[in-house]
């Protein structure tokens, strides 16, 4: 079956930095993401991974994709209050013309001042 | 406007109410979807439109009535909604469904209901 999970919550220091975690079961996934949502927002994008690489970096931002364990992790920097946000992680698989789009439950992550 | 809007931002409605939410999308895009946030669960799809025809409902309850009348605009028609029915619910669209592997999706900010 199709399943992403994330752990509900996350709190950290500022200034600390913020690893969210992911696991998913599909082991045909080609593209894993990372959605933030900040509070009375939608989603938005914020990095994304394809299944043939092993991590991936953007300024703060750190994605780290163990393809064996089905496992992702998004690593925050330097983590700042404006870095408080629920962080969904998707994934997506299938064939053409039938791609499919699964989403986690989210990790809140509250940063402490 | 630009993005994805959703209108009303939120919405108390009782359980024998009829009421509309509107989702509109200034992107271009041709794929449009409406999700349920409901806290401590997956962001769960609902519909699936592609170039306006519906290819995705994941086993939504009638009361659930969606619409879309072209690629810019999505509908979600609702009826003798239950309490369990009180979450976000989101839109979002994309350039397309189900055509391309990678498909960023651009959400708007969503519409709390309350089944009163």
């Known amino acids: 079956g199709e399943d992403v999970e994330q752990s509900l919550f996350l709190s950290v220091r500022e200034g600390d930095s913020s690893v969210i975690n992911c696991t998913y079961t599909d082991s045909s996934s080609t593209y894993l993401y990372w959605y933030k949502q900040e509070p009375g927002a939608g989603l938005q994008l914020l990095t994304y991974i394809f299944s043939n690489m092993d991590m991936k970096q953007d300024q703060r931002l750190t994605v780290l994709l163990n393809k064996k364990d089905k496992h992702l992790s998004l690593r925050i920097a330097d983590t700042q209050t404006g870095d408080s946000a629920i962080y969904f992680c998707a994934e997506s698989m299938g064939a053409s013309g039938t791609y499919k789009y699964i989403f986690g439950t989210g990790t809140r992550l509250k940063v402490l001042a | 406007e630009t993005g994805v809007t959703q209108t009303p931002r939120h919405l108390v409605m009782g359980m024998t109410n009829k009421k509309s939410l509107k989702c509109e999308q200034h992107?271009?895009?041709?794929?449009m979807y409406w999700y349920k946030q409901s806290a401590k669960k997956p962001l769960e799809l609902m519909f699936v439109y592609n170039f306006k025809e519906q290819t995705e409902n994941n086993s939504v309850p009638s009361r659930f009535s969606p619409e879309c009348p072209n690629s810019s605009h999505l509908f979600l028609h609702l009826h003798t909604l239950q309490p369990e029915d009180s979450a976000l619910y989101l839109c979002a669209s994309s350039q397309g469904a189900g055509t391309s592997v990678f498909n960023e999706q651009y959400f708007g900010p969503g519409t709390r209901l309350t089944v009163t």
């Open positions: 992107l271009g895009h041709n794929a």
